[in-house]
């Protein structure tokens, strides 16, 4: 925790871009009937009948000190996707930067193991990882519950229209240089955990 809040507080450096990862399942769901319009005062009303698409998974990146952030929408979520995608944002978007330190959970997928397998990138990434049952302290996550209501939280049912609108909402919240007012800081969680620190006397 220490170390990902010490991350958030380093000034921005364009050589060492912080980036916040994470990803989503998203069910494809579609109607079985067409749902009947919105009317002057009724709500769009949908049948409760629907059928699954499958599944496909949201990636995204996140660059809170810019307020950018860089989504794709793959089949699966293996080890190769994942070397994929990270591949694609280094050479789309960092390709100068020395180093990207990236803040992301401790999934079994996300590891140097997993460029070794298909890409040598993993010593342009710095690799720091929220701990265990702590992924709330990754700043995408709020990027992520602003996705689910703003776009997801209706029926898609297929991935090219998942993709169209979520790269869509993307485009706007970069147009907008959206980011995360950041408040909980080392200072607030010695503070707030100071019983689970075995020696506070040592952190200052």
């Not at 709500?43 to 989504?71: M, Q, W």
């Not at 070794?116 to 049952?133: N, S």
Request: a neutral charge; charged letters at 25%; glycine letters at 4%.
């Amino acid at each position: 925790m220490e170390d990902i809040l010490n991350l958030y507080q380093l000034p921005y450096d364009p050589q060492r871009p912080l980036v916040c990862f994470d990803e989503r399942p998203c069910q494809l769901i579609d109607d079985v009937l067409a749902p009947l319009p919105m009317k002057a005062g009724k709500s769009k009303r949908e049948d409760y009948h629907y059928k699954r698409n499958g599944v496909c998974t949201v990636f995204i990146a996140f660059e809170p000190l810019a307020g950018r952030r860089f989504i794709q929408v793959r089949q699966r979520r293996t080890k190769k996707d994942y070397a994929q995608f990270m591949r694609e944002l280094i050479e789309s978007h960092w390709p100068s930067a020395e180093k990207i330190v990236l803040v992301q959970d401790n999934l079994n997928t996300h590891s140097p193991g997993s460029f070794y397998e298909a890409f040598a990138l993993g010593q342009r990434l710095e690799m720091h990882y929220t701990p265990t049952k702590a992924s709330w302290l990754n700043m995408v996550e709020i990027e992520l519950s602003i996705l689910s209501k703003q776009c997801l939280d209706r029926r898609i049912g297929d991935m090219e229209t998942l993709e169209h609108e979520v790269l869509a909402w993307a485009e706007q919240r970069n147009d907008q240089n959206a980011t995360v007012q950041w408040q909980f800081t080392q200072v607030k969680a010695r503070d707030k955990l100071g019983e689970f620190y075995p020696n506070p006397a040592s952190l200052t």
